[in-house]
């Protein structure tokens, strides 16, 4: 369950990281350096890392456009269909859930407020039921009331996976659905109060097929977003979302980019949430990657919408020069950037020659390998990243004293599992990102001194867990021992970071699962045993046991939790991070 | 001449259905016999934590249950006679050339394809003018002060010119004249203007790649012009020029330089057309969004309907080119005859 | 299919004489060809600077690991030491010195002399024999349509035009990406290098093709040819002891002129990622590395300079030997 990352934008090789396509649009490619406000500093002082915990320059005023830019495309606009974490940041301009993550800054970001709807959702027979009431007087761009309909309409069109198959399956696995049923469009006429109730058009009531106490979590889905029935036009949906929120479109040209101008039906009244400060925003999506951190600096552009931070070589221009440093952040986020450790693939089925890989991997170079301390990461030592609730400060295999690799305790590993003069093995990682080859270089210098000896296999991004290192049976064929991976969550949340990456009950043999190394049966019952627990207090031990369990079985190596280097825009108002988000908030920012 | 150009048509559609089978079997078939099913190939297209039901549903809906030759059957009778689309509310009719909808996005290929045409002829009409004038020009008088200083330095650029690949040009003066360095006066790589937006605009989005294109194309052509306007100049008919008492600017215009243009106008031709089918690494160096940006990302993607249709675009162009070029040579040189 | 379409982009000079209007007396004779073709390349010293450098390059690429063992350091060993762990270039700039002569990479310290030294050897190596395989190609199957003309020519000639019409880097990057990592028995940089020699040859062919067509037309129907037919010679031999001898010449022209195209063509994938496997350098990979550091200038310049001369060393000499076997082209 996680969001497609977007940190590889790219298309092939490098010539992708440099960028892609774009409409400059019109003006804003001149090199202006006009507009900006003249001094960024005059409301708030510019610091480093100023945005992480609090607002930086708040303010209430009104107006401007805000220009945001993307160096890759949405997977989709229409709120069923898209699964990016900026997607699920932005879409909220255009849309209201009924629940939303709390627009603040920092930690506060994690707690789950009521948007479309009134209060939180209301459990009912054991958590298997939640009934939401909808707050009076909100309505669609075209001036029609929005009811608990358009919200059941909504989720039902998310669960056509054949149109939509970008999205999530949250709603197709929990809902207590008539058998076979696929979405509103084949299932047409289908009575699906089983699963949705409507009982008037200000309350809607989910019932599930098992008790889950953090359905909450799925209220602010965007798949929750109210659709009119009579404008859903299917996969051709996207071109024009009908708009619930503050903003709708107004020009959207896919591939290219789209202008959002503000809806006039959207009443502040209904919304608690919203400040709609700006007068529109202008995206334009596909931008070359470098040419989005200049015009940043440059002022020219307020927003990198992806969020995953500036490009390698913008960091030795923001880094040495305090000025420019001072308008940047560096959060860290809940991802981990780790090689999975395939213990199917011979000698690597023994677990000393797993724990060999573990400590001679030089933590320092990998570190390097993904942008060093600023916009790679921290030092990982376990799963859990910090922001996620249950992570323990463990270190099962400390890498020397100062991060570079343990050879005597590598080599003793390597004794004890029966090949004291190291092995031959593979690393698979994906041939357009440019980070997982350098750390694929790095480990195998690193597990060289040791003795083990690393062939590097690149494999296409497109086909990466499908056909290569992601399918059982071609990775233990062809002898894959390692795999770089990346591993983020939906939102901070034990389950939503493990399960897909450590559950060895997701790993299919026809490929695609993101797990590709970790098989152990006691891993998958602490799972259950915490999926099913209740009460937070004893939930989140299980994480940090789990989290025990996958090093001690050594499966994987861990390298960075992960880290960005993000510009802040020249004169955007209510700047700050967001944890749930991992970026930004893109909600209420405005113009000086 | 008609049925010339008739028959040359229908081998022109031959050799499209060609190269639609070679691709299809590239991107089809190639995988099936690395042992991809149509579930592993599905994968691809789906979300990355996607159910088995959710790859079923997915292999089923992109019609990889069917055999191979069903799939290219759909696929060619979809550009011949269009082919009905299942939205989800209703069926959409995908009119005539059909190329079909990504399989990533949903959307259809061909609307795609045409928006990024204005950007590949841009990049290709708006260098080919380029070079062609300063190549001609430069050959010319190159050819006329043979052993000069200007021939000597000319003929030298022209020789580095030819010896640098354009991902290092284009980069180096992106890093010089964009990104916002002292000396920009161009556009940075991936801003792309209409240019019926804004002309000053389109111009100035696509100065570079222009420059950079020309000046490889340029040096060819001029190394070309040069040795075909020495040639000619030795031929008879142009001692009987002068010999008829003619000044020497209409020998050398009139008649020299027709001689020599006729080898250059064929091979103009020719990388017009491959250049009208994307300039794969000028686009991915400037990020233009272009057709051979689309092909690298649609390769990328393994987004195949893109990959089918960009591919026929390029041949199209080819064929086309090679058509047109027999044609006006007829017109230009009398000797060839058209049979 | 007419005449003008035998024109094609690679032959620069004579040719559409050569099929069009027929035979044109060649001034010299095949027997002294050699000799005088020499001593013309000797009075051309531009070429022979080009020659130069191509047999320098060549030497640096046979003895890479001698040189790479006196002057730098293994091409893969990290100097992380060197490296700034926040901006990830190297802590004084470029590293260049005594130590690292063309400096250090960003991220990990590599070496960059001892990269473009090795670079040399694959960019030479799939060049030579991409070269060697469209030349093998192209000679076979162009002789074949000019001397049998009639269905083997059109044959052989719309052959040529499909190639010709298939967005050829298109196909070669996605053939190089994927064919998988052990095939037809090789593995690694073999069968990488295998493959790209296979893709850049193969799709390179009708150039020469074309070429090769053209001058058999031409000699077909000279008179030493139909002396040869009348004293009963048949066609395997009118080919191989008649006809070949006298292709050589056009062939090692094309062949030096096709070379450094090759080379670019190598770099370009690589660039793209679709070359050989890293860590194993190669000029195109340095520079697709450097494009992301556009702001660590010396990363990219090294690459593209090796690039730059290489293929330029190979022009001149190219147009040198064509200069000095074909007198009309001067």
């Known amino acids: 369950m996680m969001r497609k990352t977007t940190l590889g934008v790219t298309a092939l090789g490098a010539v992708l990281a440099l960028g892609l396509s774009a409409c400059g649009g019109g003006g804003s490619a001149t090199p202006s350096q006009s507009g900006a406000a003249p001094a960024g500093g005059d409301t708030a002082k510019a610091e480093f890392n100023a945005a992480l915990t609090q607002v930086f320059n708040p303010s209430d005023k009104k107006g401007g456009i805000l220009k945001f830019a993307n160096a890759g495309d949405w997977d989709s606009l229409d709120p069923a269909d898209t699964y990016y974490g900026y997607s699920w940041n932005f879409v909220r301009l255009y849309g209201r859930a009924l629940v939303m993550f709390k627009p603040a800054p920092g930690k506060e970001s994690s707690q789950l407020v009521p948007d479309l709807a009134e209060n939180l959702g209301t459990p009912s027979d054991d958590a298997k039921t939640w009934t939401y009431k909808l707050r009076a007087g909100v309505k669609f761009e075209d001036g029609t009331p929005i009811t608990s309909k358009d919200v059941k309409y909504g989720v039902l069109r998310s669960l056509d996976k054949e149109v939509f198959p970008d999205g999530y399956t949250y709603f197709n696995d929990t809902l207590d659905l008539p058998k076979d049923y696929k979405g509103p469009y084949k299932s047409k006429g289908v009575n699906t109060d089983k699963a949705i109730e409507t009982p008037d058009d200000q309350t809607i009531v989910f019932h599930l097929k098992q008790a889950y106490s953090g359905f909450d979590y799925f209220a602010q889905l965007p798949a929750t977003i109210p659709v009119p029935e009579a404008k859903d036009t299917g996969a051709k949906y996207r071109e024009h979302v009908i708009s619930s929120g503050p903003y709708k479109f107004d020009k959207n040209e896919i591939g290219k980019g789209f202008n959002l101008v503000r809806n006039d039906q959207w009443d502040q009244a209904t919304d608690p949430n919203r400040k709609a400060l700006p007068d529109g925003y202008e995206v334009s999506t596909n931008v070359n990657a470098d040419d989005i951190d200049n015009r940043l600096l440059s002022g020219d552009l307020h927003v990198d919408i992806a969020g995953t931070g500036a490009q390698p070589a913008t960091l030795g221009r923001v880094l040495t020069d305090p000025a420019l440093k001072a308008n940047t952040d560096n959060p860290t986020i809940t991802r981990l950037w780790y090689t999975s450790i395939n213990g199917n693939v011979k000698p690597l089925d023994n677990i000393d020659c797993r724990k060999a890989v573990e400590y001679a991997a030089d933590k320092v170079a990998y570190q390097t390998a993904y942008g060093g301390e600023f916009s790679g990461g921290q030092i990982a030592t376990s799963l859990l990243p910090p922001g996620i609730p249950g992570h323990a400060d463990i270190n099962p295999y400390p890498s020397g004293t100062d991060n570079h690799g343990d050879i005597a305790k590598a080599k003793e590993a390597l004794t004890a599992c029966g090949q004291p003069n190291g092995f031959e093995t593979n690393i698979a990682y994906r041939a357009e990102r440019p980070k997982e080859k350098a750390t694929a270089e790095a480990l195998q210098q690193s597990l060289s001194k040791v003795g083990i000896k690393l062939t590097l296999k690149p494999f296409p991004q497109a086909d990466y867990y499908a056909l290569y290192a992601g399918k059982p049976g071609y990775a233990k064929d062809n002898k894959l021992g390692l795999a770089t991976n990346g591993w983020g969550a939906d939102w901070p949340d034990g389950y939503g970071f493990l399960q897909q990456m450590v559950d060895s009950r997701v790993i299919r043999d026809s490929g695609g699962s993101s797990n590709i190394s970790v098989r152990d049966p006691e891993v998958d019952k602490l799972i259950d045993q915490a999926s099913l627990e209740t009460d937070t207090a004893k939930r989140e031990p299980i994480w940090a046991q789990i989290d025990q369990k996958v090093m001690d079985d050594a499966f994987i190596l861990p390298g960075l939790w992960a880290k960005s280097l993000l510009i802040r825009g020249k004169g955007v108002t209510n700047v700050y991070f967001s944890d749930a988000t991992g970026m930004y908030d893109y909600l209420n920012m405005g113009l000086q | 001449m008609v049925t010339y150009i008739i028959r040359r048509l229908i081998w022109g559609v031959f050799m499209l259905a060609i190269v639609s089978v070679i691709t299809f079997a590239i991107f089809f078939l190639v995988p099936r016999l690395a042992g991809a099913t149509s579930e592993s190939l599905a994968t691809r297209y789906v979300g990355r934590t996607a159910s088995a039901e959710q790859v079923k549903i997915a292999a089923e809906k992109l019609g990889f249950n069917d055999p191979l030759i069903v799939q290219y059957g759909r696929f060619a009778k979809g550009i011949v006679a269009g082919a009905d689309y299942d939205y989800g509310p209703g069926v959409e009719r995908c009119p005539a050339p059909c190329f079909g909808y990504s399989f990533l996005t949903r959307l259809p290929v061909w609307p795609d394809l045409l928006n990024r045409l204005p950007v590949t002829i841009s990049l290709a009409l708006g260098a080919a003018v380029i070079w062609l004038v300063a190549g001609v020009a430069t050959g010319v008088v190159s050819a006329l002060r043979r052993g000069s200083f200007f021939d000597r330095a000319a003929m030298s650029i022209a020789l580095a010119g030819v010896s640098l690949p354009i991902f290092f040009t284009g980069i180096v003066s992106l890093v010089v004249f964009s990104y916002g360095r002292p000396l920009a006066f161009a556009a940075p790589g991936g801003s792309f203007t209409p240019f019926f937006d804004n002309p000053a605009m389109w111009a100035y989005s696509l100065i570079l790649p222009w420059i950079t294109l020309a000046f490889l194309y340029a040096a060819g052509y001029a190394r070309l012009t040069r040795s075909g306007m020495l040639e000619t100049m030795n031929e008879d008919y142009i001692r009987t020029a002068r010999a008829k008492g003619l000044t020497e600017r209409v020998v050398v215009f009139k008649h020299g330089l027709r001689g020599a243009l006729t080898p250059i106008l064929t091979i103009f031709g020719l990388d017009l057309g491959l250049l009208m089918g994307g300039a794969v690494l000028t686009e991915s160096t400037f990020s233009l969004p272009g057709i051979g940006k689309y092909a690298i990302d649609a390769i990328t993607n393994q987004d195949l309907p893109k990959v089918m249709g960009v591919t026929l675009v390029a041949a199209f162009f080819v064929v086309m080119a090679n058509l047109v070029v027999d044609l006006l040579y007829a017109v230009v040189d009398p000797r060839v005859r058209l049979t | ?330």
């Open chain 3, 1 to 330: 299919m007419t005449a003008p379409l035998d024109v094609s982009g690679t032959e620069l000079e004579a040719e559409p004489e050569a099929v069009l209007g027929g035979s044109q007396a060649k001034a010299i004779q095949g027997r002294s060809l050699g000799q005088i073709a020499w001593m013309r390349l000797k009075r051309d010293k531009v070429a022979l600077a080009g020659g130069g450098v191509v047999i320098f390059l060549i030497l640096v690429a046979v003895f890479a690991p001698l040189i790479v063992g006196w002057l730098g350091h293994p091409p893969n060993d990290f100097n992380q030491d060197l490296i700034s762990s926040e901006t990830l270039a190297p802590k004084d700039g470029t590293g260049i010195g005594w130590d690292h002569l063309f400096g250090v990479e960003p991220v990990n310290g590599r070496d960059i002399f001892s990269r473009i030294v090795y670079g040399a050897r694959i960019s030479l190596l799939i060049a030579f024999l991409a070269t060697l395989l469209s030349v093998a190609i192209g000679t076979m199957l162009g002789v074949m349509a000019g001397y049998f003309g009639g269905w083997v020519d059109s044959v052989i000639s719309k052959t040529m035009d499909v190639f010709l019409a298939f967005p050829l880097l298109v196909f070669a990057i996605a053939l190089a990406g994927i064919v998988p990592d052990s095939a037809f028995g090789l593995s690694g940089d073999a069968l990488r290098v295998s493959l790209l020699v296979f893709i850049i040859g193969f799709f390179n062919w009708p150039y020469i093709g074309r070429i090769m067509r053209g001058q058999t037309l031409s000699l077909r129907e000279r008179e030493f040819v139909d002396a040869a037919r009348s004293l009963g010679a048949r066609g395997p031999y009118i080919i191989f002891r008649e006809m070949l001898p006298n292709l050589v010449a056009p062939i090692l022209v094309y062949s030096t002129l096709l070379i450094p195209t090759n080379i670019l063509f190598e770099a370009a994938l690589s660039f793209l990622g679709v070359g050989v496997r890293p860590p194993t350098p190669t000029w195109g990979g340095m520079l697709s590395d450097a494009v992301r550091f556009y702001t660590i200038p010396h990363f990219m310049f090294f690459p593209g300079m090796a690039i730059f001369i290489t293929v330029l060393a190979f022009n001149l000499l190219g147009d040198g030997l064509r200069d000095a076997l074909d007198p009309r082209a001067r």
